[in-house]
């Protein structure tokens, strides 16, 4: 198993922008994609962005263009730059790690919340 600790939410204004981490340990080595989820309040989760073990991004389209997802592997960390952040992106945010195709770590979830 794969214990991920994210960090980095908050509060801030429409427009602003957000950084969060997201630091894996245990078995590391197996982890092939790891991402971010993130749920508002009575909305369906929503799957924000991934990035492979070669380097490999993907984005929701709801946030292309604004986020960016990097990975270092040498701090075993995975990073999620929130820019022009919207109201509408409020929601508690989650990273994942998968390995084969099957999940092997979930984060606690951190908050963000994008005022008007």
């Known amino acids: 198993q794969v214990q991920l600790v994210e960090s980095g939410g908050g509060l801030v204004q429409s427009g602003g922008s957000l950084r969060l981490s997201c630091a894996a340990s245990g078995i590391i080595f197996s982890i092939e994609l790891m991402g971010w989820y993130r749920q508002a309040p009575g909305k369906q989760r929503e799957l924000v962005a991934t990035v492979t073990s070669r380097g490999r991004t993907g984005y929701a389209d709801s946030v292309k263009g604004r986020f960016t997802i990097s990975r270092d592997a040498v701090k075993n960390t995975v990073y999620l730059q929130l820019n022009s952040l919207k109201p509408e992106d409020t929601a508690v945010y989650y990273c994942?790690?998968?390995?084969?195709?099957?999940?092997?770590?979930w984060g606690q979830g951190t908050q963000v919340t994008v005022s008007s």
């Open positions: 994942y790690a998968d390995q084969s195709g099957r999940r092997i770590g």
